[in-house]
């Protein structure tokens, strides 16, 4: 078995600060593109209310263009 060898302090330092700015990056993009998400998924439960009532109507023979 061959035993461990040391990493420099420095590559330590570059890959733990590397993760955490990734991961502050991740946060920030996450963060500004949420409202967008959150409005489209309002938008499409909107329609699919719509496309819902709408086959309710033609199932019980109503018309909605009457």
Not at 17 to 29: D, K, N, P, Q
């Amino acid at each position: 078995m061959v035993s461990p060898v040391q990493v420099s302090p420095l590559i330590k330092l570059g890959s733990y600060s590397t993760l955490l700015l990734s991961m502050a990056y991740g946060a920030r993009c996450y963060n500004y593109s949420k409202p967008w998400a959150e409005e489209e998924r309002r938008i499409i439960a909107e329609e699919k209310k719509k496309r819902d009532e709408q086959k309710s109507a033609e199932a019980r023979g109503d018309s909605i263009l009457k």
